[in-house]
């Protein structure tokens, strides 16, 4: 299994990274991707990216989140920090709390799908009430090869096909499709598994039965088995699956 989108990083992890490290490679992990937010957490994700070499991989970016008035330094750094990336990314939009810097967040992410068209480099995409103004810039943006992951999708099948129109999108699947109150089971039945990826979003959305809890990679399994439950095939076709299309995705990667 390829965790597509994981913060190791994180401080949550400072007590005991090497045994969720450890728990995650016996779980069946292979590769972790580790997305960027801002300058305040870039030095963590390249002390835990030089830790753990050939298992956990880089995405370069600017968060949504970290987008205010002053954005221009922050892009800038992040536009430093691009070399060994396999990605960029987390990038994206994002109204849930604030709709104060939209226009600021529309700027920046049309920079860096402009970044991920000259390096030719996948997207990781975050997207969180703010489907229509995401549809309106990857339109605007469109290019030959756009390709990349809408993260922790909760928007609609519908919404998803249109982003393709623009791009090919994978749908990233992470512990939400555990929660018994979501929508995502029901968007999901209708997207085929090659276009669907896992992840964790550690360490937060952890799946059920560790819901409150720190999410962490090993976890993966239980949203492969949720997974597999909702399209009614078995978990070892999801896994297989959906390792398939991110190892296309990030690295050209075919089986013969």
């Known amino acids: ?40 957490t870039f030095q963590a994700q390249k002390e835990c ?27 800038d750094f992040a536009r430093c920090t691009l070399e060994g990336a396999i990605a960029i990314g987390e990038v994206g939009l994002d109204a849930y709390w604030s709709r104060e810097y939209m226009d600021e967040q529309i700027l920046v992410l049309e920079e860096q799908i402009q970044w991920a068209r000259e ?14 103004e995401l549809l309106a810039t990857l339109k605007k943006c469109t290019y030959p090869h756009m390709r990349g992951i809408l993260h922790a999708w909760s928007g609609s099948a519908g919404v998803f096909r249109e982003a393709n129109r623009y791009g090919h999108f994978l749908m990233g699947i992470g512990g939400v499709i555990t ?42 399994e239980h949203i492969a088995r949720e997974l597999a439950q909702v399209r009614d095939v078995s978990p070892e076709k999801v896994i297989e699956q959906t390792t398939q299309n991110a190892l296309s995705l990030f690295f050209g990667e075919k089986n013969e």
Request: net charge negative.
């Open 49 to 75: 990216l030089e830790l753990y070499p050939g298992f956990c991989l880089k995405a370069s970016g600017l968060h949504p989140t970290s987008v205010d008035r002053d954005y221009r330094q922050e892009l």
């Open 1 to 40: 299994m390829i965790d597509t989108h994981v913060h190791l990083y994180d401080q949550a992890f400072d007590t005991d990274r090497e045994l969720v490290v450890v728990r995650a490679k016996k779980a069946g992990v292979s590769h972790c991707i580790l997305p960027a937010i801002d300058k305040s």
């Open 119 to 132: 390096l030719d480099l996948p997207l990781i995409i975050h997207s969180r009430s703010s489907f229509a």
């Open 179 to 220: 929660y018994r109150n979501a929508r995502l089971a029901g968007v999901v039945k209708e997207i085929d598994l090659t276009e669907i990826v896992l992840e964790t979003d550690a360490p937060w959305l952890s799946p059920v039965p560790f819901r409150g809890q720190r999410n962490e990679s090993a976890y993966l």
